[in-house]
């Protein structure tokens, strides 16, 4: 029964309940600062033109309106350093600092609709700063999370109305996450060049390489690995990448267990849930949630959401999964402004599952 209820639970996800509102940061910048970024090179440029035609004298009109940081850019750039560089290096440093306000928005939708634009204007600087590693690191959280908070929650609907529909969606999906994986690895080889293949070698060597600041980069290349295996049972060479994940996300927890208020740990409640023939267990996995609970100290409810989905699924034990599902319902999403939007996510998937409860348990049918 428990296997059987894992293949109805085939499109969960490691990150389903928690990950979508983490793109809340940097990528929702980028329109505002887009547009300054031409703005402000197409300035800075006039100037240098002004500069290098009239001499440095002749400009200085316009070095005093914009004052002393165009003083310093032009000393740069006579210097030899690329302006245009430098002004994209600036505007990507800024979009990768990310920002609270997104976090605290109480509208998914509106964060849905703002996250395609801000992830292909991501990956247009990053096509000029290929090694930026904030910026690698903005467009797996990204891509990750829009695939997970907004794609593959509405597979298993989709299944009962339209299966060519959903399993488009689950290779859009899949292929999203692959995406956002191999951006993460790029990220992590920003400091550990060579790591990707040291990891298709020997996982545990690779990682053992890894420090406390790679850690960020460490869970999200394994959510969105994860996420994608999870989507790809039938993919042999996917299904073989899970001792991958094992070490990164293994190592990650090594490394800083409390990260993110118990993001690792959380991880690990769906990682668990793999089946015991690859290495998980059901036993860890209510021990994970119970970590992932203390360590979110009462601001965030996707665990709850996490585990009714993939651990009271698989063993049909529906009575827990009403019970985790109605706490998860009952939490005020506004007590806790700063992961309100992870909470009203976390919400609008408690309530797509058990309005799907008929399908999900055995008893049901």
């Not at 990682?271 to 860890?284: A, I, Y």
């Amino acid at each position: 029964m428990g296997e059987s209820g894992a293949r109805r639970c085939g499109s969960s996800n490691p990150v389903t309940s928690r990950i979508a509102a983490e793109a809340t940061t940097p990528i929702f910048r980028i329109g505002l600062f887009g547009i300054m970024a031409h703005r402000i090179q197409g300035e800075i440029a006039h100037m240098i033109d002004a500069c290098l035609s009239r001499g440095l004298s002749g400009a200085s009109g316009a070095i005093t309106r914009v004052g002393t940081p165009v003083v310093v850019c032009l000393s740069l750039a006579l210097q030899g350093c690329s302006i245009r560089t430098m002004a994209l290096k600036t505007v990507a440093d800024s979009l990768s600092e990310g920002t609270s306000a997104f976090a605290s928005d109480d509208d998914p939708e509106l964060i849905r609709e703002a996250l395609p634009f801000g992830l292909k204007m991501l990956e247009g600087l990053l096509a000029e700063l290929p090694t930026h590693r904030p910026l690698l690191r903005s467009v797996t959280v990204g891509f990750t999370s829009y695939a997970a908070g907004f794609i593959q929650p509405e597979i298993r609907g989709l299944e009962e109305v339209d299966l060519d529909r959903a399993r488009e969606q689950k290779v859009r999906a899949r292929r999203m996450f692959l995406r956002a994986r191999d951006y993460g690895l790029r990220a992590l080889e920003v400091a550990h060049p060579g790591l990707r293949q040291s990891l298709m070698q020997d996982p545990g060597a690779a990682m053992a390489k890894t420090v406390k600041a790679d850690v960020p980069d460490l869970y999200w290349t394994a959510a969105a690995w994860g996420s994608a295996i999870s989507l790809g049972k039938d993919q042999m060479g996917l299904v073989a990448d899970v001792p991958i994940v094992d070490a990164l996300i293994h190592r990650a927890l090594d490394l800083d267990e409390p990260w993110e208020a118990g993001s690792l740990a959380e991880f690990m409640i769906a990682f668990e849930t793999r089946g015991e023939s690859q290495g998980g267990s059901l036993d860890r996995a209510r021990t994970y949630f119970n970590r992932s609970m203390v360590l979110a100290k009462g601001t965030r409810i996707s665990p709850l959401v996490s585990m009714a989905e993939n651990v009271s699924i698989t063993t049909q034990d529906h009575a827990e999964f009403d019970k985790l599902l109605d706490e998860a319902l009952a939490f005020d999403s506004d007590s806790h402004p700063e992961t309100r939007q992870v909470n009203l996510l976390a919400q609008r998937r408690a309530r797509q599952l058990k309005a799907m409860a008929w399908s999900l348990f055995l008893e049901e049918k």
